[in-house]
């Protein structure tokens, strides 16, 4: 049975194609797989598990987008494939309880797993990119529980307004940021790798997808870099019964 990869879906009430086609995937090509791994911003942006509570009554449509998914991944779960959530840059939010809806598991980043035989370290990449100290001064207190316990605890309308105004401003500053900076920093790629003792890497969040050769500890490795998700067009990692991962980019119907 195939374990499948994915990251950077962006799911979101204005992308309906992307959605509509991450279903179909779902029902078409993950059915019957052993687990499959999303490996962060599955969402646009992340406000909080008790958007949920909204569903039926959100007129932005967020709150329905979200259950809808989250009885998706159910289904898959209750049919026996395992699901393991990390999280992104949008949506480091998302939390035990949209986890437990979806039947999935919230996996850390890092991650090692064995899948196909071999340890692969699993990420989401943000934090691969340390040439971007701004983003990383973002990160730090975006990921700072005291932080996000304050920020949960505004009222939802506040939160909506807060995630507006940090895309935004994210928005301003990465179209002043040379692409380089924007990508995963060489040094600090192979010294994840030699701390964690693999020689592949899975990732996503560059939106860059390839698969680059490099060397680990005078040992061949590689990065298998995963793509964001467009109306048509996703991107997965596969590893089937041969344990080798495949990067496949993906049709998707509507
Ligand atoms: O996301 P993308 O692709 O545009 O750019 C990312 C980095 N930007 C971010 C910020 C997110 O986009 C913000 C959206 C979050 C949505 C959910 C929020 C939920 C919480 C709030 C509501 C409850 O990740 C960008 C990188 C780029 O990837 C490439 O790696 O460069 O980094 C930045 O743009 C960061 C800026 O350089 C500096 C930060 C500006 C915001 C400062 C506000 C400080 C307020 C304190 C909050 C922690």
Redesign the pocket.
């Known amino acids: 049975m195939a374990t499948l990869l994915i990251s950077d879906l962006h799911l979101h009430p204005g992308t309906p194609e992307i959605t509509e086609g991450f279903l179909r995937w779902l029902e078409e090509r993950a059915c019957g797989c052993e687990a499959l791994y999303i490996l962060g911003?599955f969402f646009?942006?992340?406000?909080?598990d008790d958007l949920l509570d909204l569903a039926g009554q959100d007129p932005s449509g967020h709150a329905d987008l979200s259950a809808r998914v989250a009885v998706a991944l159910r289904r898959l779960a209750d049919d026996g494939t395992a699901l393991y959530l990390m999280h992104g840059?949008?949506?480091?939010?998302l939390g035990e309880r949209f986890a437990r809806e979806a039947g999935a598991t919230l996996l850390p980043d890092p991650s090692v797993v064995e899948l196909g035989g071999r340890p692969l370290l699993l990420m989401h990449g943000?934090s691969l990119?340390t040439r971007?100290t701004?983003?990383q001064?973002?990160?730090a207190?975006?990921r700072d529980p005291q932080?996000q316990a304050q920020?949960?605890a505004?009222p939802i309308v506040e939160?909506?307004a807060?995630?507006a105004?940090?895309?935004e401003?994210?928005?301003?500053?990465?179209s002043n940021?040379a692409e380089a900076?924007?990508d995963v920093t060489p040094d600090e790629v192979v010294r994840v790798m030699t701390e964690h003792g693999v020689s592949t890497l899975i990732h996503g969040?560059?939106?860059r997808p390839a698969v680059h050769e490099l060397e680990v500890d005078g040992r061949p490795a590689r990065r298998i870099v995963l793509g964001d998700w467009q109306p048509g067009q996703g991107w997965e990692v596969v590893i089937d019964d041969g344990g080798e991962p495949q990067l496949r980019d993906v049709t998707l119907g509507q």
């Open positions: 911003d646009e942006a992340w406000i909080g840059n949008r949506d480091f939010l943000d990119c971007d701004a983003y001064a973002f990160r207190q975006a932080w920020v949960l505004m939160r909506i807060l995630a105004k940090l895309r401003q994210s928005g301003e500053a990465t940021k900076i924007m969040h560059t939106h």
